[in-house]
T-cell receptor, first 113, second 115 residues
């Protein structure tokens, strides 16, 4: 089981912010939230991950609610090349070993010109 | 370019053939992975290697046989496959299996069709 719930699909206008939600209501204290995306005919690409603080990198921002039961991936200025399936994954990462990346069905984001 | 190269990109084989998929990573990573992505199904983890030792085998049929001769190369040997094995096979690598070093980088995959 993927342990996360995401909308099946979303549309976003080019140049606008894309906000992709993810519910992970059963997340435990040692589980991180990871986001990957898969552009058509390519392998998945790492975007960002976090534990409880909000994170930002050159690709996106990750906002995690205070209770950690949900998160939002934000692409600040979506382009046509951001059209992809976006996967939200929760997993344990630690010195005693990591749980695998378990990919669900993800959200298919279509950026529209 | 992710630093993970898979060959061939496309492969068509009969059920009695033997073929191999190759993955090479140029990132200096110690862990490598095989995933299977069937049409309309989520990615499924098949095998995990760390420092050339297999650490995970997710109940994969024996007609799939992985090989990791060194930390830069990973193979998936295929024999007597079934049509339902047709899928996109993805290779990934990560620096190791531990915290903060487990971002996985994926290759573009091999699209396999079994006739």
């Amino acid at each position: 089981d993927a342990k996360t719930t995401q909308p099946t699909s979303m549309d976003c206008a080019e140049g606008r912010a894309a906000n992709l939600p993810c519910n992970h209501s059963t997340i435990s204290g040692n589980e991180y939230v990871y986001w990957y995306r898969q552009i058509h005919s390519q392998g998945p690409q790492y975007i960002i991950h976090g534990l409880k603080n909000n994170e930002t990198n050159e690709m996106a921002s990750l906002i995690i609610t205070e209770d950690r039961k949900s998160s939002t991936l934000i692409l600040p200025h979506a382009t046509l090349r951001d059209t992809a399936v976006y996967y939200c994954i929760v997993r344990v990462v630690g010195d005693s070993g990591n749980t695998p990346l378990v990919f669900g069905k993800g959200t298919r984001l279509s950026v529209i010109a | 370019e992710t630093g993970v190269t898979q060959t061939p990109r496309h492969l068509v084989m009969g059920m009695t053939n033997k073929k191999s998929l190759k993955c090479e990573q140029h990132l200096g990573h110690n862990a490598m992975y095989w995933y299977k992505q069937s049409a309309k199904k989520p990615l499924e983890l098949m095998f995990v290697y760390s420092l050339e030792e297999r650490v995970e085998n997710n109940s994969v049929p024996s007609r799939f046989s992985p090989e990791c001769p060194n930390s830069s190369h990973l193979f998936l040997h295929l024999h007597t496959l079934q049509p339902e094995d047709s899928a996109l096979y993805l290779c990934a690598s990560s620096q190791d299996l531990q915290l903060a070093k487990n971002i996985q980088y994926f290759g573009a995959g091999t699209r396999l069709s079994v006739l």
